[in-house]
């Protein structure tokens, strides 16, 4: 496989890399922790993106957009998260993210929510996890039951990522419980403004998050609101899931390279004992197992990333990127706090902030317990259940 970047890539590449480093980075330390960046501050900041060409990075070109590859997109999302500027789960300044599901519309649906949310209107949330259904989804007990033309939604979500900011909601019910996640269950998209829908809970995280509980008491939705076919929701929820595995993983890459970096830089300047601490072995191994791991997670995201480009069944290859480079970039981050000393601690850098988020993301979208269990489970085959 070819791990050199064909030249438009570079390209962008170097000039995602320099609007980071010249236009972002610097802007830092007025990151408030838990909301976004000021709405005028991320105004410009996108104006400046639509200035260089550089909106819709993440949207096919025949809605508009700049019509990426997923590798193209994977190494928007590795540059992009260089900085901390942008809390992890917030929409970047190059237009919205995390659409894959919503060009299942039809044309109907396409006028109300997808476009919509192209053009920066509407907010989507999505919602699968339930207080006992997060790794299992076949232990989901939220029921769309069809009442004349349209279902009655009963059930709680939790753990919903901006729903407190949404204008509507992806939601996964079951339809039919004697198949379940084998055709029984359905996608809806529903306005939060829906009567029986409630938002019933926020939740207080160790980093910038907020999710929120959702509770559906017979809510009715239209049957023209059913996202893809009926009974299709399980195989629409895992499409989500693993273009949000490969997102983290690849913004795994970019935390992880700019807290190398910057251990590196300071490893070389700061002096103890009369020498810098970058001469000191136990601080050069710490810098090279990051590198040789670092080196080893893109590796894995890139080959992902460029499978799913090429059509193929990369569910694997997905799998073993979001497991290893969700693991990778704690230990890294780890390390650089580590060479940084109490000033790695300081939250004048964004070491310790990292060191915060990246711990959730060995848990969301399939813990690293599920991550190893799938791939074991295509090795050994079902003996391992
Ligand atoms: C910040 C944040 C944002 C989120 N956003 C969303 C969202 O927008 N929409 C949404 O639907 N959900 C969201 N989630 C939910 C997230 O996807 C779930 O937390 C995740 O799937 C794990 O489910 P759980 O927390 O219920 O853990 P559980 O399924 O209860 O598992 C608990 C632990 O048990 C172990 N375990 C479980 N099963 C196995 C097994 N088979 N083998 C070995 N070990 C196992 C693992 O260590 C796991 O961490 C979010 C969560 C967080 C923290």
Not at 238 to 252: D, H, S, V
């Amino acid at each position: 496989m070819d791990y050199d970047l064909p030249d438009e890539l570079k390209l962008l590449q170097q000039t995602i890399r320099r609007v980071v480093s010249e236009h972002m980075i610097p802007l830092e330390p007025i990151t408030p922790e838990d909301e976004d960046i000021p709405a005028d501050l991320r105004a410009k900041l996108e104006q400046m993106a639509k200035d260089q060409g550089l909106w819709l990075l993440f949207i096919p070109a025949e809605y508009g957009g700049a019509g990426l590859s997923i590798f193209g997109q994977v190494i928007v999302w590795e540059e992009v998260s260089k900085t901390v500027l942008i809390p992890f789960r917030k929409d970047s300044i190059f237009g919205p993210e995390g659409c894959s599901i919503l060009f299942l519309c039809n044309d109907q649906q396409k006028e109300r929510y997808l476009y919509p949310v192209i053009r920066g209107e509407r907010v989507p949330c999505f919602a699968t996890s339930e207080p006992n259904a997060g790794s299992d989804p076949s232990a989901m007990t939220t029921t769309a039951v069809k009442d004349g033309s349209s279902y009655l939604l009963n059930g709680k979500k939790t753990w919903v990522t901006s729903g407190d900011k949404a204008d509507f909601v992806q939601v996964v019910a079951v339809t039919d419980p004697a198949k379940r996640q084998r055709g029984g269950i359905t996608a809806f998209l529903v306005d939060m403004d829906t009567p029986g829908l409630t938002i019933t809970g926020k939740f207080e995280l160790m980093m910038e998050d907020r999710p929120n509980e959702f509770t559906f008491e017979n809510c009715r939705v239209p049957e023209a609101n059913i996202l893809g076919e009926i009974g299709q929701g399980f195989v629409i929820s895992q499409t989500w899931i693993t273009m949000g595995r490969l997102r983290q993983g690849a913004k795994a890459l970019g935390v992880a390279q700019r807290c190398l970096d910057m251990a590196i830089e300071y490893a070389k300047h700061r002096v103890t004992f009369g020498k810098p601490i970058a001469t000191r072995q136990a601080v050069q191994f710490m810098i090279a197992d990051s590198e040789v791991e670092l080196h080893a997670a893109r590796l894995m995201v890139y080959h992902a990333a460029q499978k799913l480009d090429k059509g193929e069944d990369a569910r694997h290859e997905v799998y073993i990127a979001k497991l290893y480079a969700n693991e990778m970039v704690g230990r890294v981050v780890d390390r650089a706090l580590q060479i940084h000393g109490a000033m790695g601690l300081s939250k004048e850098l964004p070491l310790e902030r990292w060191y915060r988020d990246v711990r959730s993301r060995r848990i969301t979208e399939g813990p690293s317990e599920i991550m190893r269990w799938v791939i074991a489970r295509k090795l050994l085959g079902r003996v391992s259940d």
